[in-house]
């Protein structure tokens, strides 16, 4: 990975020019190499199927994570509203991952639980650039706090660990009536202090049933998460609340290859938040600066599917 020179404008300020100066003084490659390893075993015992997963897996930092000279809003894809200044000296993750579980189906039922452990050194997530946050005592800093925000993090590794539950069930009731669902848990802490670490997901769950017949079903399907209490300290993250929607479904196969589908999602027009969801980032808006962006509310779609071999 590269990157080429910053440059800044003659009406920028000196802080940012004096920041691409330095970037540009630097050492801007990097190369390296990683290892993804997995073993799976499993055993076929009829009903049941129990299985094992042992892993090493990797993941190379992004380039706003290695090569963020300038402190800003971009943040890879977190949409967070924080400025973030990136890390030339960032290694690769590296997941060890030990997974558990099995298969298991009796006549209508069925269910497929899964634990799993990851240990993870050099996590990547973001921290406070310095050990005195708050305190505009770097060029860094500064810069971040002409655009509003004194307390900008910096992509940096920790040590990490996640663990966790996932399931996926269901019941066939009748000959035309299927229940199913999927639910999920996962815990994030770091390992290097005592917090834990940033956006994880809170438990969710997914309820369905759905009605077949020979050309058309319907559906209904209830999805929400719980509250999400643990949250990270060093990133000023905040909790958030649980929620759950209410979402229909159809469709009708009219022939071989063509197919309708249409649905209503968020039934009953839930005004909720979800915890991953990014912060407006736009003045003068319908939601406040800073604010956790809304799901979306009650909407409709149709869609018309067609295969030709």
Do not use: C
């Not at 300038?70 to 943040?75: C, F, G, L, Y």
């Amino acid at each position: 990975a590269s990157a080429g020179e910053a440059s800044t404008g003659p009406a920028v300020p000196a802080g940012p020019t004096l920041l691409a100066v330095a970037f540009n003084a630097g050492d801007r490659d990097w190369s390296g190499e990683t290892v993804d390893v997995a073993a799976r075993f499993w055993r076929d015992l009829g009903d049941l199927t129990p299985r094992l997963t042992l892993a090493r897996k990797t993941r190379t930092p992004n380039a706003v994570e290695r090569f963020s000279w300038m402190p800003t809003e971009a943040s890879g894809g977190l949409a967070d509203g924080n400025i973030y200044v990136g890390d030339r000296g960032l290694r690769p993750e590296t997941a060890w991952i030990l997974e558990g579980g099995f298969d298991w189906g009796r006549g209508a039922l069925w269910a497929r639980p899964t634990i799993y452990y990851r240990r993870v050194d050099g996590y990547i997530q973001g921290v406070p650039f310095d050990d005195t946050p708050g305190v505009a005592d770097t060029r860094v800093e500064m810069v971040a706090a002409m655009s509003g925000d004194p307390t900008p993090l910096r992509f940096a590794n920790v040590d990490a660990e996640l663990y966790g539950f996932d399931m996926d069930f269901g019941l066939q009731a009748t000959d035309r009536l299927r229940l199913d669902g999927v639910a999920s848990l996962v815990r994030g802490k770091r390992r290097d202090v005592s917090d834990d670490l940033y956006r994880i997901a809170p438990p969710t769950l997914r309820l369905a049933a759905t009605w077949d017949e020979a050309d058309w079903s319907v559906g209904a399907e209830v999805a929400g998460t719980l509250r999400q209490t643990h949250v990270s300290a060093g990133a000023d993250e905040t909790p958030s609340g649980g929620y759950a929607v209410v979402n229909l479904r159809g469709e009708w196969r009219l022939r071989p290859g063509l197919q309708l589908e249409a649905g209503i999602e968020n039934l009953l027009d839930r005004d909720y938040r979800a915890h991953l969801a990014g912060r407006n980032r736009v003045a003068d808006s319908d939601v406040a600066l800073g604010e956790r962006l809304p799901g979306a509310g009650r909407g409709g779609f149709v869609t018309l599917k067609a295969a030709w071999r």
